[in-house]
């Protein structure tokens, strides 16, 4: 949780800017094609596993692959960024595309789809969407594991 002490309200902006305790962050920015949701869940693959959290890599895969997807259909032709930030027994997914106005919602399952954000919904501990100027991010969190660190001595 961000403390108000952490939040600053930016005079040039008017947006509101709050700090994170993050101890590391990766981002990586991708065309929106196809191969996209594939292509994303090979960077948190990676990342995950360099930063020692490969037990959280099949649930985050998960969950990237459905906000990728989300992000190529409905996010115009905008580059998508996905940026995984570890915090404290937390890992967060942002998934940012170049449509503020379509802003995800639950909605029904039907044949031809709106399931993904049921599956975010059912995974993830939080999500939500963050609208931008003329971007969106949307986030979510799964808990983490304390990563093992090799002992010093």
Known sequence: ??????????TLT????????????AASTFS???????????????????WD??????????LVSELVTNAV???GRAPVIVRLEEEPLRLRIEVS???????????????S????????????SAWGC???GDRKTVWCELPLLPAERPSPW
């Not at 949780?1 to 930016?10: D, G, L, Q, R």
């Not at 789809?113 to 993830?124: C, F, P, S, W």
């Open 73 to 75: 259909v409905h996010g």
């Open 32 to 50: 929106p094609s196809l191969e996209t949701p594939g292509d994303a869940r090979r960077f948190v693959r990676d990342t995950l596993s360099a």
């Open 14 to 25: 008017g947006y509101t800017l709050c700090t994170r305790d993050v101890e590391r962050s």
């Open 130 to 132: 963050a609208p931008i």
């Open 97 to 111: 595309d170049g449509n503020a106005r379509d802003l995800p919602q639950l909605r029904v399952p039907h044949d």
């Open 1 to 10: 949780m961000i403390s108000p002490a952490s939040c600053v309200v930016s």
């Open 53 to 62: 959290h490969g037990d959280a890599a099949p649930s985050a895969q998960l």
């Open 113 to 124: 789809g709106a399931r993904g954000l049921h599956i975010v919904d059912a995974v993830a």
